[in-house]
């Protein structure tokens, strides 16, 4: 089965320009997480969804940050506008059952200059 | 709150070499534990886990076992070969959080 794949690979924006990410789950999966991760460091929970509902975004930035997920599958995060310190690796995930474990994309590297 | 503490890297072993790498945690309930592994540019795959107590994990010649007298979830390989070098994370997961916390990773590097 085809995994959760994510799109672009890489990006390089300027500062204060939007950018937005793609993610397109594991089909069956219900529960679709967004991660990000910093140089040297772990993964990092921004926002979780159970179907179609944000059930999680307690550490999503929302002056700047925005998801959305439409009809529970397909997911698409966006910034705007990016700062320097957005430049991490943006990984989504999605499971069936949390406690089994997460299935990660390949992630979005994204370069704030 | 739940938190993963992992062995600083980088970790460099010859080929063959035993490799442990340390992990500790700290969480309220009984949390699910995890290792996943993170090769050059790539995401992350789920390496081994462990449900409950004295449950032992193993994947790929890797192994760790939940012991929940310690909260430890170490990670051994007896031989460790060239094409091990990735990063290595520590998770855990527990119902109460309902989502994966992870350690901030140890980079394994296995020279020849």
């Known amino acids: 089965e085809a995994g959760v794949v994510q799109s672009p690979r890489y990006k390089i924006i300027e500062k204060k320009q939007p950018v937005a990410f793609w993610c397109n789950p594991i089909?069956?999966?219900?529960?679709l997480y967004w991660y990000r991760q910093n140089l040297g460091q772990g993964p990092e929970l921004l926002i979780r969804?159970?179907?179609?509902?944000?059930?999680?975004d307690s550490q999503l930035p929302k002056d700047r940050f925005s998801a959305e997920r439409l009809k529970g599958v397909d997911s698409t995060l966006k910034i705007q506008p990016a700062e320097l310190g957005d430049s991490a690796v943006y990984l989504c995930?999605?499971?069936?059952?949390?406690?089994?474990?997460?299935?990660f994309g390949s992630g979005t590297r994204l370069t704030v200059v | 709150g739940n938190s993963v503490t992992q062995m600083e890297g980088p970790v460099t072993l010859s080929e063959e070499a035993f490799l442990t790498i340390n992990c500790t945690y700290t969480a309220t309930g009984y949390p699910s534990l995890f290792w996943y592994v993170q090769y050059p540019g790539e995401g992350l795959q789920l390496l081994l886990k462990a449900t409950k107590a004295d449950d032992k994990g193993s994947n790929k010649g890797f192994e760790a076992t939940y012991r929940k007298e310690t909260t430890s979830f170490h990670l051994e390989k007896g031989s460790v070969q060239v094409s091990d070098s990735a990063v290595y994370f520590c998770a855990l997961y527990t119902g109460t959080a309902s989502k994966l916390t992870f350690g901030t990773g140890t980079r394994l590097q296995v020279t020849l």
């Open positions: 969804y159970e179907n179609e509902e944000a059930v999680d």
């Open positions: 089909s069956g999966h219900n529960t």
């Open positions: 995930a999605s499971s069936l059952q949390g406690s089994y474990g997460y299935t």
